[in-house]
């Protein structure tokens, strides 16, 4: 299939919505200001032919393409700054990436602690959904003068950054509960307390993202939650 030619039918269903959602909004709003009474079903249908020359419809869709446009190259900024994954950095990289975005997650973790493992799998989730974010993480093993320089004695450990100043800290999962079986969405909302991110509801939230790993992510006998 020629890539443009969907994007080009991708685009008018996107503007079709639009039109559609615009119409109903005005609609609505002439209705509400007495413009048109508000009778039968059959008499409150608005043609949608009538309204693409309305100066009024044509300034709402207008502002909603752009703030769409402004939207995506917000996004396309930020994925180039290394947001929107979760990403492993070397020491070498860790200011460069601390300092170069607003908001950042960093988790120290070793590669053979089960809870590192289980932190791994819920940040790299949110790192996802939340894109305003960065989430990288950082093998403690390798990075000893941060570990030293941070103060990071207990893995895992997340720390919390604003334009390159650590500001908080989660140690172990003490936040969720001091249990192993917590959920993505435990995760997510202590994270917003703390204001790295923002609350964003997503439709297709399934039942792991909001009860816990508890399918797909067993006890372990040695929770790893260790002092260096």
């Known amino acids: 299939m020629d890539p443009d030619a969907v994007k080009s039918t991708l685009q008018n269903l996107a503007f079709g919505n639009v039109m559609a959602a615009a119409a109903r909004n005005y609609q609505k709003e002439i209705i509400a200001e007495g413009k048109a009474p508000a009778t039968s079903s059959a008499e409150q249908e608005v043609d949608l032919d009538d309204l693409m020359d309305d100066p009024e419809l044509e300034k709402l869709h207008a502002d ?7 939207e995506a190259e917000k996004r396309e900024a930020l994925k180039r700054q290394g947001h929107g994954e979760y990403r492993e950095i070397t020491e070498g990289d860790f200011l460069g990436e601390v300092t170069g975005s607003e908001k950042a997650i960093c988790h120290f973790y070793h590669r053979e602690f089960y809870r590192c493992k289980i932190m791994d799998k819920h940040l790299k989730t949110l790192s996802l959904k939340h894109v305003d974010t960065k989430f990288i993480k950082l093998d403690a093993e390798n990075a000893p003068f941060f570990v030293t320089k941070l103060g990071v004695k207990t893995l895992p450990c997340v720390i919390i950054f604003r334009k390159g100043v650590a500001v908080d800290r989660l140690i172990g999962f003490i936040d969720m509960g001091g249990k192993d079986d917590f959920s993505t969405r435990a995760l ?12 964003k509801k997503e439709e297709d939230e399934d039942d792991d993202y909001l009860e816990g790993g508890r399918r797909t992510v067993r006890s372990s006998v040695n929770h790893d939650s260790d002092s260096d």
């Open 64 to 70: 909603r393409i752009a703030a769409l446009k402004r």
């Open 188 to 199: 997510e909302v202590v994270l917003i307390k703390k204001g790295i991110i923002s609350e």
